[in-house]
């Protein structure tokens, strides 16, 4: 065990604080579909929605800022959600949990945001973005999703 992944349990304790304190307004679900047939959309499909939390609250969100979309990658739009805390015992979540499907399997997997305002009651987002350390955090940077 490193200095760092001992930090983990304690890191994510001080990260709901702004949470037990109703700080949160936002909360995020990654939600996972499966289709029963070889490839998304074909036969029956099971939704399930899973609460992203930080120590047991909503985590941090916040829109890009024009500083984050002028040193490239992001748009306007987009959503930082985390920081989520990397494994350790009894909680946090590896980056492949967060990460879409790459396989070709009939599985879809999307972001919903429910806010305070209208304009961000339950949106549809995509994972366009990571940024990890590795060690203490994982921001997930995140898109409206756009349907054809």
Request: net charge negative; proline share 7%; hydrophobic share 35%.
């Amino acid at each position: 065990m490193s200095f760092a992944s001992d930090l983990r349990a304690d890191l994510d304790d001080v990260r709901a604080i702004p949470g037990d304190l109703g700080l949160r307004p936002y909360t995020v679900n990654l939600v996972t579909r499966v289709w029963t047939g070889a490839r998304v959309g074909m036969g029956t499909s099971t939704t399930t929605r899973t609460a992203l939390l930080v120590g047991g609250q909503n985590p941090h969100v916040t829109q890009v800022t024009q500083q984050d979309i002028t040193a490239g990658g992001y748009s306007a739009g987009d959503f930082k959600v985390g920081p989520f805390t990397p494994p350790f015992t009894g909680g946090g979540y590896a980056t492949t949990t967060l990460d879409p499907p790459q396989d070709g399997s009939a599985r879809e997997v999307w972001y919903e945001l429910t806010g305070p305002s209208p304009a961000t009651t339950l949106q549809t987002l995509e994972k366009v973005g990571e940024q990890a350390d590795g060690a203490l955090s994982i921001w997930l940077i995140l898109h409206a999703k756009q349907f054809t």
